[in-house]
Each structure stands twice: as C-alpha cells, then as structure tokens.
C-alpha cells in the first residue's frame, strides 16, 4: 500500500469547536487531495493540493481549509465545526494529474 | 460538475464474470474514466483507467465505445473478495480531480 497516514483515525468533538485532520505520505507525490464521503453520496472533493502552497478547491469547500506547508503533509481544518460535516474523511495523493490516487485509510469524524 | 450514473446494486456467483455498466453522458474532451473499489471501512482502491476502446490489466478490463458516453467494466471469473462498491469517477482532465457518483455494491455469493 501507498504510504500515507490519517490522524486522528476517529474523533468526536463538539459544535463550534476547530478541528484539524492530518494526511501524511512518504511518497513524495505531488499532488494531494481531501474528499469526504457520506451515505448516498459516494466521495466529494473538498481541496486538493498541486504543490507546496499551491492549492484549490473541489466542489464541498465551504467551511474547510487546507494547508501545505511541506510535500509529505496536507492538513484540512474545520475554523469551526458543525454536525453537517460529521462524516468519513478519506486522503488521497497520486504523482500528477492523469495518474491513479492512492487513497489512506479516512478519518471518521462525529461532531455532536 | 458531471457525475457518473451507475446501477445501485448488483449480485452474482463466484466463478462468474462481472459487467458493471457506468454512464457518463456529459463526459468532455479531456476526462478520463476510472474505476476504483472500495471495501468497508478502507478507502477506494484503484482498479484500472482508460479514455476510448479497451483497456486490460491482471484484474479487470474496461470497455468504452466510441461516443465515450459510457464504459463497462468487467471482473473475470469473481471470487468472494470481490465483494465491495465499484466506482467509476470521471478524472476532470489536466486537474486530477475526480468527480464521483453513488457506486455499485456488488455481491459475490457462493
């Protein structure tokens, strides 16, 4: 498997509260993604990442953020947590554009 | 953003070949068709990808006409542990973006 890592792999947190979910590669890709997946809805591209600084957003970005400090890690934030984004957050990161993304194991995540 | 449409569920025997049609009638110039299975609780792994006729790999082959409108994808002769949800996200062309839709959960019986 790829090497990429998710932490924390479970949290539960309240409304209102910042939250930051961490993806982490040994890979050296160039390119990283978040996307979260919800019951009936398949996955959804939250960010994604071209480079170091260099990011964008998918198409649920509203209430996240990203960062990228560093190749090896892409940080999604939530500034302040809400119970509509309770869900399964997965990670994914491929070489380039046009290559297939290896995905991490997800984050599942419960904001009461 | 263009979603793929596929059949919801699907159910066949082990030693059975698997066709999984997908839909993608909004399909552009420059997307890629993908597909990638998912089992419970791990993310979605890469099965095989193409843009027009067929390609092959050790697992799969992936079938696309010639209007790109669709694309099947087929698993010789499935055993149990090909029990999972089958998606074929559209790759968004020079972005690396992929664009999902709900999945086929196939099972495998006995």
């Known amino acids: 498997d790829a090497g990429i890592t998710q932490s924390p792999r479970h949290k539960v947190t309240e409304t209102g509260t910042p939250v930051t979910l961490r993806c982490h590669q040994t890979?050296?890709?160039?390119?990283m993604y978040w996307y979260r997946q919800d019951p009936g809805h398949g996955l959804r591209l939250i960010h994604y990442?071209?480079?170091?600084?260099?990011?964008d957003k998918g198409e649920v970005s509203d209430g996240y953020s990203v960062s990228r400090s560093k190749t090896e890690d892409f940080l999604l934030t939530l500034e302040s947590a809400t119970s509509s984004q309770t869900s399964v957050y997965f990670c994914?990161?491929?070489?380039?554009?046009?290559?297939?993304?290896?995905f991490g194991d997800g984050t599942r995540l419960s904001i009461l | 953003l263009a979603k793929t449409t596929q059949p919801i569920s699907m159910d066949s025997y082990e030693g059975q070949e698997v066709n999984i049609t997908c839909s993608h009638n909004?399909?552009?110039?420059?997307?890629?068709i993908t597909w990638y299975q998912q089992f419970p609780s791990q993310g979605p792994r890469f099965i095989i990808q193409?843009?027009?006729t067929k390609v092959t790999n050790e697992v799969a082959s992936l079938f696309i006409p010639a209007d790109r409108k669709s694309s099947t994808l087929s698993l010789p002769r499935v055993s149990l542990s090909d029990t999972a949800v089958y998606y074929c996200?559209?790759?968004?062309?020079?972005?690396?973006?992929?664009?999902f839709g709900q999945g086929t959960t196939l099972q495998v019986k006995p």
């Open positions: 994914a990161i491929s070489k380039a554009d046009g290559q297939p993304q290896h």
């Open positions: 890979e050296n890709h160039r390119y």
């Open positions: 990442s071209y480079g170091v600084k260099d990011t």
């Open positions: 909004n399909i552009a110039t420059n997307d890629y």
């Open positions: 193409g843009y027009k």
């Open positions: 996200p559209l790759e968004k062309g020079n972005t690396g973006k992929l664009i």
